[in-house]
């Protein structure tokens, strides 16, 4: 067996293990035990909650599209194995179809006796858990789930995908400028193109078009307030912390207040990961000397947030918050109110735009302000443009650059060395499609229908150029996500928030702002270091902070 074989051997025990006699009597003791029979079904696609089964004897397929003429069995289970997926545990909707092959008993464990055993058993939770977060990689490469089905000149189109693929929702993209079996679907539907994009999801049904919100909302995914209380409603659940934003700041600061006993809810206004779950290779993350891309980080740390019994909601965006004594009320945009013992902000960065003339003509039509498979797919084999010299641009070319045709780094500075760390600096400089442009910017955008050719003006001679692409993926520094914050908390003159001794009291504490019980983490954070493992250190650290205030503030 060869290097590679014997990896890919390795990942699939590690997502289809077989549990031991210990292990099966852990389940045994909590769970329900059932005689099946060929062809019970034990949970079915479209279902919104399941229970983890566990074989005792007999077979269970798992089954995509069932019972259509595209069904097909993906895996099949045998004694000691457990059927089940990451969404037992998040409450998405189902995906696929688990039908018993033949006679035989099984164990069902509810989604809560699962996270007790996740949380009592060491051995038992790695084991599970890296199963889910293997199984959740396998079906994203599948071509399981959602089926959307849009033009790739829609902006719609575009939204839609980035927000399941930054959610890491399996789903299949048909386009409809190069699949002929998207027009078909179209046509048995009855659906017009200009009402596209269209989901179809587990079970057949339909969506036109729909708002991320109400997309979310229809698959399962958390979007609202702990019990939904509306605006002014005179019982409100109160968490102990609330986290808002879901970066790698906000998922370490759920994950620590859980794991420690606090009633933690994070939400956040986009999908969870924030803009480090758009990145398509971290290198230098504590750890991971092979790297991981931002959704995988993103996705293992949901998963370990919700596993110790963090709620993370998406997408779900604060408006606004106030004062109600030593509690903090925050609105979201659906009117849902939170409250709050303690707030941790980690609401990030967006990146800043081009200033160009015509950037919205071409925004999602050629202009990307991320670089994930889903753009990649939009321009592969052509050339296209990378603006910016931090981390993220240099990580984009790299990505991008497997796929392309030509990558044109534009830089403002004569070169990366004070903006870019030294292992992607290399990077760029080995690779053959990538060329560098120092002191460079963007003056203009080209092309009829979408993006095709990007100009260029050189700083200091005022030369110009032109630049075929197929698209312009912008990274070129960040403005802080604090709009909504008001005056609650005192902010530097760009908007970020200021903490510590930068807010005027040489005693304050590092990450604590300038009102009692509310504390910043992360890229929103005046003054703070703009890396993942920095956000991850802050939003830990800001979790003591806030053990100290509710025991200070509410005795404890």
Not at 246 to 265: D, K, M, Q, R
Not at 355 to 382: M, Q
């Amino acid at each position: 067996m060869g290097e590679l074989d014997e990896v890919i051997a390795a990942e699939r025990r590690g997502a289809y293990p077989e549990l031991t006699d210990e292990q099966l009597e852990v389940f045994t003791r909590v769970g329900t035990r059932r005689a099946v029979t060929a062809g019970d079904v034990l949970f079915s696609a479209g279902d919104r909650g399941y229970d983890l089964v566990v074989i005792v004897s007999g077979r269970v397929a798992v089954v995509d599209a069932a019972g259509t003429p595209d069904e097909r069995v993906l895996v099949e289970h045998g004694p000691r194995r457990f059927v089940g997926e990451l969404n037992l545990l998040t409450g998405q909707a189902v995906y696929l179809t688990a039908i018993a092959r033949e006679a035989g008993e099984v164990v069902l464990v509810p989604a809560s006796a699962l996270r007790e055993v996740l949380a009592q058993e060491p051995t038992l939770s790695e084991i599970v858990m890296r199963a889910f977060l293997l199984r959740r990689a396998i079906l994203l490469g599948a071509g399981v789930g959602l089926r959307v089905v849009g033009s790739r000149f829609s902006s719609d189109t575009r939204r839609i995908l980035e927000f399941l693929a930054r959610a890491r929702v399996p789903s299949t993209w048909l386009d409809l400028e190069g699949e002929q079996g998207a027009e078909l679907l179209l046509q048995h539907a009855g659906v017009a193109p200009e009402q596209t994009p269209m989901i179809i999801r587990q079970g057949g049904d339909l969506l036109l078009n729909p708002s991320n919100a109400a997309l979310a909302a229809s698959i399962g995914l958390d979007t609202g307030a702990p019990a939904g209380h509306p605006a002014g409603s005179a019982e409100e659940d109160v968490v102990d912390l609330l986290v808002v934003g879901c970066g790698p700041g906000g998922l370490a600061a759920a994950v620590y207040g859980a794991s420690e006993g606090l009633h933690t809810l994070a939400v956040d206004a986009v999908a969870v990961g924030g803009q480090a779950g758009t990145s398509t290779r971290i290198e230098n993350y504590l750890g991971f000397p092979a790297g991981l891309s931002g959704s995988e980080l993103a996705s293992r740390a949901t998963v370990q947030a919700q596993k110790f019994g963090a709620r993370l909601t998406s997408p779900c965006e604060a408006v606004s918050v106030e004062a109600q004594g030593d509690l903090h009320v925050v609105t979201l945009t659906s009117g849902d109110r939170i409250t709050a013992r303690s707030l941790v902000l980690a609401t990030g960065a967006t990146y800043r735009k081009l200033d160009v003339a015509n950037l919205e003509r071409y925004e999602s039509l050629g202009v990307y302000y991320a670089a994930t498979h889903v753009e990649a797919r939009a321009c592969d084999g052509l050339p296209v443009v990378v603006v910016g010299g931090g981390n993220s641009a240099g990580q984009a070319a790299v990505f991008l650059a497997e796929r392309v045709e030509q990558v044109h780094l534009l830089i403002r500075r004569e070169d990366l060395a004070a903006t870019m760390s030294r292992y992607l600096i290399d990077q760029l400089d080995r690779h053959p499609r990538i060329r560098v442009h120092a002191r460079t910017e963007v003056s203009g955008l080209l092309g009829d229908h979408r993006l095709e050719a990007v100009e260029v003006v050189r700083r200091g001679s005022g030369g110009r150029e032109r630049l075929t692409a197929a698209a312009a993926f912008v990274f070129i520094g960040a403005r802080p996500r604090t709009a909504w914050l008001g005056d609650y908390v005192a902010l530097d003159p760009d908007g970020f928030v200021l903490t510590g001794p930068d807010t005027g009291d040489p005693t304050r504490a590092h990450l604590a702002t300038t009102r009692p019980g509310v504390f910043a983490a992360g890229d929103v954070r005046s003054g703070s270091t703009k890396r993942v493992a920095a956000a991850v250190g802050e939003g830990s650290m800001a979790v003591s902070l806030v053990h100290r205030h509710l025991d200070a503030t509410f005795a404890r």
